[in-house]
């Protein structure tokens, strides 16, 4: 099993920006994809992006796209999803999860952070 620790949440104003992270250690060997989900109170749980864990290959909800941008430090085993302009239904508690090969869906899941977005 591989390890999820997020970091970076917080008080946002609009039109600002914030990075999380996620840190992820262990078994590394066999995650093929690193996602962020998010989840506001009372709705349930959504994908926002993915990437690869080469790095090569990426994805967004249509909700984010253009304004949050995933990404990855390879020596650091961290990946990171950048939010730009954010709006106030961006507001949620943020995991990010580990699908690990030949796997259908994420197996392992950070504890999550929150991100609050409000003037």
């Known amino acids: 099993q591989v390890q999820l620790v997020e970091s970076g949440g917080g008080l946002v104003q609009p039109g600002g920006s914030l990075r999380l992270s996620c840190a992820a250690s262990g078994r590394t060997f066999n995650v093929n994809t690193i996602g962020w989900f998010r989840q506001a109170p009372g709705k349930e749980r959504d994908f926002v992006a993915s990437?690869?864990?080469?790095?090569?290959?990426?994805r967004y909800a249509d909700s984010v796209k253009g304004r949050f941008t995933i990404s990855r430090d390879n020596a650091k085993n961290t990946f990171y999803l950048q939010i730009n302009s954010p709006k106030p239904e961006d507001t949620a508690v943020y995991y990010c999860?580990?699908?690990?090969?030949?796997?259908?869906?994420?197996?392992?899941w950070g504890q999550g952070t929150q991100v609050t977005v409000s003037s």
């Open positions: 999860a580990a699908r690990y090969m030949f796997a259908a869906s994420f197996g392992s």
């Open positions: 990437i690869s864990w080469t790095g090569d290959n990426t």
